[in-house]
């Protein structure tokens, strides 16, 4: 999820498409986020709520930051989107529970603010001053013999043991991204934002079907 927060100009859903490399997008149909934030087919759909554009891009665009090694450095849509978005903020957030995995990225005139990555059982990659809405989190964490750890109130099971930082998937990623979307998915409080608000759902071009040859057709209509 890319959210482009208080952009100072309108921008059409198709030229934005085509800033960003695509080019052989159409669009589809009319979706709610909760349905085209994990979508799972390789679509790009746009939304606009509290200010923000939001672009849900199925992993197309945030890939790159999957597997750099260079925290400070930006990848091709932040420059992208920096350029036609002067003065705004452009974050991205993304996670997956499979390998507690979680990323968020934060960019601001072609400058990175704040990078960060966690996936389990790998170092920690990150950029940049921590962000107000993580150092909420880090409040209640303490360093143990080089390992952070956390005070299980954070989880829902509220057992009394510490847990690790990739652990916080949820807490880490969807607390950044409240920063511009003003609530916390998977709180109970985003039902405007996930199923009460529109965006447009734009899908690869479909093949036009080739024509059979004459060659081909007059064998059919000898069979």
């Known amino acids: 999820m890319i959210i482009i927060h208080r952009p100072y100009r309108a921008v059409q859903e198709d030229v934005l498409l085509r800033h960003l490399n695509f080019n052989d997008l159409e669009f589809r149909e009319t979706t709610t986020m909760e349905n085209c934030i994990y979508p799972g087919d390789k679509s790009i759909s746009i939304g606009y709520y509290n200010e923000n554009i939001i672009i849900c891009e199925d992993y197309l665009l945030t890939s790159y930051l999957e597997v750099t090694d260079d925290p400070a450095g930006l990848a091709g849509y932040e420059e992208a989107l920096s350029l036609i978005f002067p003065g705004s903020e452009i974050l991205t957030v993304a ?21 960060k990555r966690v996936i389990a059982s790998s170092p920690i990659l990150e950029y940049g001053d921590r962000l107000a809405e993580e150092e909420v989190i880090y409040a209640d964490s303490r360093v143990i013999e080089g390992k952070r750890l956390f005070d299980s109130r954070w989880k829902e099971d509220n057992h009394n043991h510490a847990i690790t930082e990739d652990q916080l998937m949820e807490d880490f990623a969807f607390g ?34 080739l024509k059979p040859s004459a060659t081909l057709r007059s064998w059919w209509r000898f069979w």
């Open 176 to 209: 950044v991204a409240q920063r511009h979307l003003g609530v916390k998915i998977s709180s109970g409080e985003e039902n405007a934002l996930m199923a009460g608000t529109p965006f447009k759902k734009f899908v690869k071009t479909s093949p036009m079907p």
């Open 95 to 115: 996670c997956h529970a499979s390998v507690n995995y979680h990323l968020y990225s934060l960019v601001k005139n072609g400058e990175k603010l704040r990078f």
